[in-house]
């Protein structure tokens, strides 16, 4: 089962405007982590922003924050006031549960990706 | 460097070749992951190592493919008989042990089979 859905292949926005990107998530844990990454053309990932689902507050880093909607399963980024190096493919993730038996963590899947555009 | 590193960064190979494919995590990292990455498309996940923990071997396409981290540091990707289907950028990453531990990637070693 698909447990990461990024249901927009593509997404266009103006500069300086705000764009919002989807994914939800399927997990039957209670414990679980939600990660974005962006992969410019370049092709280095790059971190952009974490959310535990304990967290009350919503995860904000500068122009990023996660919309956390955890009863719709819902972990939307948020890019406020557009810039042109925003251009780039964005992948949301997600870590399953917290200490396993073992005494690791689950590994961290990945969804399909956005490619968002940037336009002057 | 301080980064993940990864080589080779291209490999061209021969259909029904072995290749080898090395990573180097950030040190201190116990988790390793391995992803494999076709052109446009998402992160298919390989292969995960967590210190001492058994690896994690669930995204492993075919039994052509190994993986093994020595020492807890180095990790090897092998592909045996490469198929042209095996063709992609491969990504290893590292970080962190804990939930919120966020994983740095190296740049990839781009394999191409002819």
């Known amino acids: 089962a698909q447990k990461i859905t990024q249901t927009q292949p593509g997404m266009f926005v103006q500069e300086k405007e705000a764009v919002t990107l989807d994914c939800t998530y399927d997990t039957s844990d209670q414990s679980y982590g939600l990660f974005w990454y962006k992969q410019p053309s370049s092709g280095e990932m790059i971190f952009l922003i974490y959310q535990g689902s304990y967290d009350e507050q919503n995860a904000t880093e500068g122009r990023y924050s996660l919309n956390f909607q955890k009863a719709r399963k819902s972990a939307n980024l948020v890019i406020s006031a557009s810039q042109l190096g925003d251009s780039a493919m964005y992948f949301c993730a997600m870590r399953e549960g917290g200490l396993m038996f073992s005494g690791g963590y689950n590994k961290l899947i990945f969804g399909a990706g956005t490619r968002l555009a940037v336009h002057p | 460097g301080a980064g993940v590193s990864q080589s080779p960064s291209n490999k061209v190979t021969e259909k029904g070749k072995d290749v080898e494919l090395r990573c180097d995590p950030i040190s201190g990292h116990t988790a390793l992951y391995w992803y494999r990455q076709s052109l446009g498309q998402g992160l298919e996940f390989l292969i995960y190592?967590?210190?001492?923990?058994?690896?994690?071997k669930s995204g492993l396409p075919s039994d052509r493919f190994s993986a093994e981290r020595t020492g807890g540091s180095v990790s090897t990707l092998t592909i045996q008989r490469t198929q042209q289907e095996d063709s992609a950028v491969y990504l290893c990453a590292s970080s962190l042990t804990g939930e919120a531990g966020e994983l740095f990637f190296g740049e990839g070693s781009r394999l191409t089979v002819l």
């Open positions: 190592f967590q210190g001492n923990s058994a690896p994690d």
